[in-house]
């Protein structure tokens, strides 16, 4: 049970600011390397087309994050926990299966990023970046592993997302924006199927599944468990600004990659890889806007395997109450990533398809998160208001007909 936080709850902005922290870990899920992958692709090949799926994908972001938050921080329970109550032996492990296949997805993605920024910087093989991102992520974790080591943990989390946004965003100094081109960006419309897929890789890669189960138990974890009111207001004001902050951080960072791609990259030839960009981005912007943007990618593989490996131990435990030490899950779930570099299937396409996989596992996420949050036994006076009720299954729904409209066009195109 975790202890009673002794956080001073005082109003204040120093009293708030001291609250935050949890949103800003879980923002790292929304800046991992499946996003580069996938938004650096959609601006090369669509141009502005796909900005309106960044725009509402980081909306329902931030709406879902603080679901998830108070989730964790009303009932003292994260979302995993609730639903291995509430599930019988059978569908919870078919539950959790699919979670995993979630997480392991993302830390595919996550340890194949770092690697390719490792090949970009210092012309390392993908493997043997493969192995350094996951020795260096076991010691990230060894941090958060220690007694108190969550602030630490949270301190070097936020210093990686400090550097991806420079990493990611420096590039646009140097960009020919076109502002009427950004506006009908705005305007949702796809071309074609494979448009279609790469919105729904957009969408999986923005709204991440695994972090939806872990921010109720970072949130929890950070603040502890109280049955008071009072305090839990205070708690929930802090989520707001927390979650407000971090994911429109994120959004700024994934817009900016995309508007990158857009403006610099659309029509060159070999941008439909990371390290093709890349050289593009070397060609048209220079050497050093290229190196920026690679220890960008660096760090957005460091940071996001990390989380990814936490969020992956919150959902055993809290599924199947099993509770595996996160240093040896992280040595366990590096081997598919591994494999993947191993056998020279191309890291950027795997990229891509894991963010597709991630989006088919969203609903699984959100559903029980938006019925459990909108549930007045579950969460008393701290229920979800009608407007977020509605907005979050317009929301849901949203997610699954994109996800469904996905299966007839792919299908409809082998037939």
Known sequence: MPKLATTRLS???RATFALLGPAFVASIAYVDPGNVAANLTAGARYGYLLLWVLIAANLIAMLVQYQSAKLGLVTGRSLPEILGERLSTGPRRIYWLQAELVAAATDIAEVLGGAIALHLLFGLPL????????IASMLLLSIQSRTGGQRQFEAIIITLLAVIVVGFASGLIFAQLDAGQIVAGIVPRFEGTNSVLLATSMLGATVMPHVIYLHSALARDRHGVSQDAGRIRTLLRATRWDVLAALSI??????AMLLLAASSLRGVEGTSTIPGAHAAIVLVLGPAVGVVFAVGLLASG?????????AGAAIMGGLLKVRVPLLLRRAITLIP????LGTGFDPTQALVLSQVVLSFGIPFALIPLVRLASSRKEMGEFVNPTWMRWASWIS???IVIINVLLIVLVVGGIA
């Open 11 to 13: 109003g204040g902005f």
């Open 127 to 134: 493997l043997l970046g493969g192995v350094i991102v996951g």
């Open 250 to 255: 994120a959004g700024v960072v994934n817009i």
């Open 302 to 310: 460091l940071a996001s395997t990390s989380v990814g490996t936490y």
């Open 337 to 340: 990533a591994l494999i993947v």
């Open 396 to 398: 849901t729904t949203m």
